[in-house]
């Protein structure tokens, strides 16, 4: 699971703005589908679309004060999304621009900028649950798609989990997603900018103390790791 995170800004409405392509200088790009979504307790939420005129832009009217939205518009196969906005501060909303990209088999542009691992006991005092979530950062003008594999898919990181990890979930949360492998391949494509991945799981052991051992996978600027409280140690090599 390859999530975004934003922060939201208070404005009013309509909502306005444009769809360019960012690896072609900015080109306006016309008759392309935007979906307006509203924040939900379940998330987005899908309320109307519009398409955009010859200079790349769109419109959208019928806004309720005091609900949070965001727009969207796939393009190759990948979701590009705006910043959020909430109506209601009385101010005129800026454009609500989407910057859409070509895709490209380079990951030059790509790094995983810092790793943050959460380690706890587990509810049945038998178990360490492990939680890994990495910042995943693209500085380039195009949408990293991946590698290609034997079976026809896209790999764009792959991160071996330790042995013995079982219960393995991709995301964290009511939304994760079971997952029955030794190893996490992530396929989301990379489009610019930053992105998260996350993932947890289990590990056995039946008596104190245990010893937990993992190595990068991936060069890390930064690693965060939160312990249980109580005689916990980490060492680095």
């Keep these: 699971a390859v999530l ?6 208070s404005a009013e409405g309509p909502l306005k703005g444009k769809v360019v392509n960012q690896s072609n200088g900015g080109t ?3 008759d392309q589908e935007v979906t307006l979504f509203k924040f939900s307790h379940s998330g987005g939420e899908p309320v109307g679309t519009a398409r955009t005129g010859g200079d790349g832009s769109y419109t959208f009217s019928d806004v ?3 609900t949070a939205y965001y727009v969207s518009t796939e393009y190759n196969g990948v979701a590009f999304d705006s910043d959020p906005v909430k109506i209601g501060s009385g101010l005129e909303a800026e454009p609500l621009n989407i910057e859409v990209a070509e895709g490209t088999d380079d990951g030059k542009d790509v790094k995983v900028a810092m790793g943050h691992f959460i380690i706890d006991v587990g509810s049945t005092g038998k178990s360490l649950q492990v939680i890994e979530m990495y910042s995943i950062s693209n500085g380039g003008k195009a949408t990293y798609m991946g590698k290609p594999t034997a079976d026809g898919r896209r790999e764009t990181f792959r991160f071996k989990l330790p042995a013995g990890a079982h219960d393995v979930y ?8 079971p997952f ?4 996490v391949v992530l396929s989301d494509p990379i489009p610019p900018g930053n992105r998260q991945a996350i993932f947890m799981y289990l590990l056995d052991y039946p008596s104190a103390p245990v010893r937990f051992v993992r190595r990068a996978d991936y060069a890390l600027e930064q690693l965060r790791v939160l312990l249980p409280a109580g005689g916990a140690n980490m060492t680095s090599s």
């Design 170 to 177: 991709l995301g964290a949360g009511p939304n994760a997603t």
């Design 64 to 66: 309720i004060s005091g």
């Design 4 to 9: 975004a995170f934003p922060a939201f800004v």
């Design 28 to 30: 306006p790009m016309a």
């Design 180 to 183: 029955q492998r030794t190893e």
